[in-house]
């Protein structure tokens, strides 16, 4: 059964500094990560997705797979307010999109 | 916003009772996800229809069930509700269900059980 951790939270951080959000995962054989970013009382909402060692960039996200350490990061540069919400990561299932999420971490932006 | 659409918006039950979520999937989607999440929880896959089959299942009992219907809606049961049922039920669709497809979440039914 696929496990995803995240730190609970809340981080906080000030307005335009980096946050950087982490997820660790169980299964090896874990391909590709979603992250999902959700407001109070909202759906969650697509933000990255990252399919292959490296790093991705969207703007002022970046998302990070190191799939040697089983972990997968997101950096939100030059974080604004309206970046305060929960941050969700999940993984597809082997043989469709059903998706296991991680707890979801809590991000504050201060002014 | 997404083209999914969930109904009713808010419920409350009590303990024992039945309930039924609806769910209407974006123009296009033949595939309908239901997730239960928690407060302060990410959510738990319950199950996937696709094409009015049940697609895969998560670690939910036999008293959670749904259904699709040929216009790709959807709707999830709940009997005998338990005070732990108290979540947000979140819908989502995609296109086909494939592994790395998009899904496009509804805003949700929030479900009180007293």
């Known amino acids: 059964q696929k496990e995803v951790e995240q730190n609970s939270g809340p981080l906080s951080v000030p307005e335009g500094a980096i946050a950087s959000l982490n997820c660790t995962y169980s299964d090896r054989g874990s391909q590709s990560f979603f992250w999902y970013r959700q407001y109070s009382g909202k759906s969650p909402e697509l933000i990255m997705f990252?399919?292959?060692?490296g790093d991705k960039e969207d703007g002022r996200f970046t998302a990070q797979l190191n799939k040697a350490s089983q972990y997968v990061s997101l950096l939100i540069r030059d974080s604004q307010p309206s970046d305060s919400a929960t941050y969700l990561c999940a993984v597809p299932g082997d043989a469709g999109n059903m998706l296991t999420f991680g707890g979801g971490t809590r991000l504050m932006v201060k002014p | 916003e997404t083209g999914v659409t969930q109904s009713p918006t808010h419920l409350i039950k009590t303990r024992g009772q039945q309930v039924t979520l609806r769910c209407s999937s974006q123009s296009g989607h033949n595939t309908v996800s239901w997730y239960q999440q928690a407060l302060g929880q990410g959510p738990q896959f319950i199950f996937q229809?696709?094409?009015?089959?049940?697609?895969g299942r998560g670690n939910f009992p036999p008293r959670f069930s749904g259904l699709q219907f040929p216009n790709y809606s959807s709707e999830l049961n709940v009997n005998a509700l338990e005070l732990d049922d108290s979540a947000l039920y979140l819908c989502?669709?995609?296109?086909?269900?494939?592994?790395?497809?998009?899904?496009?979440f509804g805003s949700g039914t929030q479900l009180s059980v007293l």
């Open positions: 989502a669709s995609s296109a086909t269900g494939g592994k790395n497809e998009k899904l496009f």
């Open positions: 990252i399919y292959s060692n």
């Open positions: 229809y696709y094409r009015e089959e049940e697609n």
